[in-house]
């Protein structure tokens, strides 16, 4: 099984519709979480952390429940600028900066 | 400030060469992470430097891999000899700290064919 599982998609959307990816963790020792942004034959890039009490970010809302280990995020009002992959990601303790990544969700806005 | 850069952006080599591939932290990162993205599959770590000492190498797959961070500052990661199921993207990545609150910044990669 692996360590951070998510939907690989593709999710093809039109121009303002709301979309939301879900992925879920195996370690319930995992303390952070994040969701990164990739583009094509890019490299990946923080979009944002990930709290218990969950955040918001202008479109982007991310969600976590440490009881389901399971994260979420929403985008809303999709614009064609936010086609990419997303990257879930955990990370395991304070004790290291490893990184464990899921496969990533691929999202397509159309207009 | 510059990010991290690596080199080169891409590498074809035959089965059985040599290939290093370098990395350059943004400055005054500490902290330096190998990952790398094989065909179909997630990103992978592979192993987390604190200045020029090894904290975590527990991603490395097996003895063709060698990376060094002499000096602390910029690092290497060489594969000898390589084999077809090293080919991948290669990501260097890092942070000023390793604690929760620190981003890790990461590089354009290095995208490796063996053939």
């Known amino acids: 099984r692996k360590e951070v599982e998510q939907d690989p998609g593709p999710f093809n959307v039109p121009e303002g519709a709301t979309v939301a990816f879900n992925c879920t963790y195996s370690?319930?020792?995992?303390?952070?979480f994040f969701w990164y942004r990739q583009d094509c034959r890019k490299e990946p890039k923080l979009l944002m952390s990930?709290?218990?009490s969950g955040n918001e970010d202008g479109r982007f809302t991310a969600q976590l429940n440490r009881a389901s280990q399971y994260i979420s995020l929403l985008i809303r009002d999709s614009k064609l600028s936010d086609s990419a992959t997303y990257l879930c990601?955990?990370?395991?303790?304070?004790?290291?900066?490893?990184?464990?990544f899921g496969q990533g969700t691929t999202l397509q806005v159309k207009p | 400030e510059a990010g991290v850069t690596q080199f080169p952006s891409h590498s074809v080599i035959e089965k059985g060469q040599t290939v290093t591939l370098r990395c350059d932290p943004i400055?005054?990162?500490?902290?330096l992470y190998w990952y790398r993205r094989v065909m179909g599959k997630e990103i992978k770590f592979l192993l987390h430097?604190?200045?020029?000492?090894?904290?975590?190498e527990s991603g490395m797959p097996n003895n063709r891999f060698l990376a060094e961070r002499t000096g602390g500052t910029y690092s290497t990661l060489k594969v000898q000899p390589a084999e077809l199921e090293d080919s991948g993207v290669y990501f260097c990545?890092?942070?000023?700290?390793?604690?929760?609150?620190?981003?890790?910044?990461f590089g354009p990669g290095t995208r490796l064919t063996v053939t």
């Open positions: 400055s005054g990162h500490d902290n």
């Open positions: 990601v955990v990370r395991g303790s304070s004790n290291t900066g490893k990184l464990i």
């Open positions: 990930v709290y218990s």
């Open positions: 370690n319930s020792a995992s303390q952070s």
């Open positions: 990545a890092s942070s000023r700290g390793q604690g929760l609150a620190y981003e890790q910044y």
């Open positions: 430097f604190v200045k020029e000492s090894k904290q975590d």
